[in-house]
């Protein structure tokens, strides 16, 4: 039961180079989340998807894009790294929305940007 | 004023202690609280779901008073293995930011020897 899968699990870039987290779940759950965690500090939501082709901002998207083609799948792509982005990035699914249904979420991405 | 607001602490008991953690949150139209449980180094889990009526999951005891936009929750006869980052978790109110949830920054609790 592999629930919400992240790849990588650690990462290191240098300034302005791009990349993408991915994010695949097999609960065919339709909502799917992208948080941020800095150190010391609760999670902020980055982008959202309440379906396959349907994405919205949460509160802190710039320097970010998400795409969804798919159910399962929900990447995160940096497109010009910048320091601010280091941060320990999880992923999560709901359900339905996630006011009624808990969020599961991945295992994380620790990512630092030098 | 943060949306969800908790005391970091650290908090640090012996073990069988009760102790006591508070939320506030600002939005009085929120429709759904949860406290969730962060590990160190890894992801957050659902802990339970707070009810208006307040809920109680063995040793766990969540309530929630709407009136003053608070959220409790008690651990009794604490064990070392609850040690972790406790997640006050708060969704959205309606229209587009229903089903989202918001994070307060935790708490921390040790529970020692």
């Known amino acids: 039961n592999a629930g919400v899968t992240q790849t990588p699990k650690f990462r290191i870039l240098k300034i302005g180079q791009s990349m993408t987290l991915q994010c695949t779940q097999d609960m065919n759950h339709n909502y799917m989340y992208w948080y941020r965690q800095d150190p010391g500090m609760g999670l902020k939501l980055i982008y959202y998807?309440?379906?396959?082709?349907?994405?919205d901002k949460g509160e802190v998207p710039n320097g970010y894009n998400v795409s969804r083609s798919t159910t399962e799948d929900f990447p995160l792509r940096l497109e010009l790294a910048a320091p601010s982005q280091t941060s320990v990035y999880f992923c999560a699914s709901s359900y339905s929305k996630g006011g009624n249904q808990p969020q599961h979420f991945g295992d994380g991405t620790r990512l630092s940007i030098l | 004023r943060k949306e969800v607001e908790q005391d970091p602490g650290p908090f640090n008991v012996p073990e069988g202690a009760t102790v006591a953690f508070n939320c506030t949150y600002s939005n009085s139209a929120s429709q759904s609280f949860f406290w969730y449980r962060q590990d160190c180094r890894k992801e957050p889990k659902l802990l339970m779901s707070?009810?208006?009526s307040g809920n109680e999951d063995g040793r766990f005891t969540a309530q929630l008073n709407r009136a003053s936009q608070y959220i409790s929750l008690l651990i009794r006869d604490s064990k070392l293995s609850d040690s972790a980052t406790y997640l006050c978790v708060v969704s959205g109110a309606g229209g587009t930011s229903y089903g989202k949830l918001t994070f307060g920054q935790g708490t921390i609790l040790t529970v020692h020897p």
């Open positions: 707070v009810y208006s």
């Open positions: 998807s309440v379906g396959a082709g349907i994405t």
